[in-house]
């Protein structure tokens, strides 16, 4: 079995209102020195065989990702 | 003139629409997410709601379904495809209309009456009414805020294809206050308010979504007579 992590975020320039919120409130936990939290996705996925990561791309391009408004990044992982 | 209504697991907004299509005067045929059989429909409208769950993005997983396959390729062809709210979602995700909608700005649920503006009436969805006619519908949704890049932006406004702007507040953040589009052909529309809760004045802030239903059948209507489609936008 072989894993493949997907990343998933909002592209630079597309506004994260999650993020912002998050970021507004830190300052209640007493954290003033953050300038920015952007919010992100993490998908996992497991093959039967080895990894492959031609098709994880095609998943994340297709589905996993809107390529409007996010970018992915894929890699392998060590499963444990 | 047959309507074909399609239902997706989470579609709520259905009923309502078939609802619209008929007492527009259309007979509506209800289409389901499984069946990828259109039943012989002249135009389809994409309801409102929570296809999937909103799992993964809204209407990213509706966008894969059976039904949706025939109907990417009708609306190529030139079928009317009407997506209200959700149905708004799952054709960017489909990629029949550019951009994408994402979070409210505000990050809250919005829930009211809306006024608009409508700024084409060259659509098959659009014909009945004047340009720049003020119309008032209800808004209800979380992820409307309509983005695109700056080009796709500026192309959307140079080709008209800006249908309806929000107007007297903006409820969601969305870009240049679109509140529905088209795509090249004018047969495409997607809208994020909704029309089809506002065909009746016992339930309705007014009668004003009548006018996307009547529209379709009067483009279908010049359609059938040999004359030119309504909404083509060259």
Not at chain 2, 42 to 47: E, F, K, S
Not at chain 2, 169 to 175: A, I, K
Not at chain 2, 210 to 232: E, K, W
Request: charged residues 20%.
């Amino acid at each position: 079995m072989a894993r493949v992590v997907v990343d998933v975020m909002l592209k630079p320039e597309i506004l994260d209102p999650q993020g912002q919120a998050v970021a507004n409130a830190l300052p209640r936990l007493g954290v003033t020195d953050v300038s920015s939290v952007r919010i992100g996705r993490r998908i996992e996925i497991e093959f039967e065989g080895e990894a492959d990561l031609d098709r994880a791309r095609e998943i994340a391009d297709k589905l996993l990702a809107n390529p409007v408004i996010e970018d992915f990044d894929i890699r392998v992982a060590e499963v444990a | 003139m047959r309507i074909g209504v399609v239902t997706f697991p989470g579609s709520l907004d259905d009923g309502d629409a078939a609802r619209a299509a008929r007492i527009a005067g259309a007979e509506a045929v209800r289409l389901w997410h499984g069946d990828p059989d259109l039943h012989g429909v002249d135009a389809v409208v994409l309801p409102g709601g929570f296809s999937y769950g909103d799992y993964l993005r809204c209407g990213a997983i509706a966008r894969f379904a059976p039904v949706m396959e025939t109907i990417i390729d009708a609306a190529r062809g030139g079928l009317p495809v009407l997506g209200i709210c959700n149905g708004f979602q799952v054709l960017c995700e489909a990629h029949l209309l550019p951009g994408a909608l994402t979070r409210n700005q505000h990050l809250h649920f919005r829930n009211r009456d809306q006024w608009l503006r409508v700024e084409s009436p060259d659509t098959a969805w659009t014909n009945n009414f004047t340009e720049g006619q003020e119309i008032l519908v209800p808004v209800k949704n979380g992820e409307g805020c309509y983005v695109a890049d700056a080009h796709t932006l500026d192309a959307l406004e140079a080709e008209g294809r800006i249908i309806a702007r929000y107007i007297k507040g903006n409820p969601n953040g969305s870009q240049r206050d679109i509140a529905a589009i088209t795509n090249e052909a004018g047969n495409v529309v997607g809208i994020m308010p909704h029309p089809e809760h506002a065909v009746e004045a016992l339930t309705g802030p007014s009668l004003d979504g009548l006018g996307f239903f009547t529209s379709v059948l009067r483009a279908l209507a010049g359609a059938t007579a040999g004359g030119q489609q309504s909404g083509g936008h060259q």
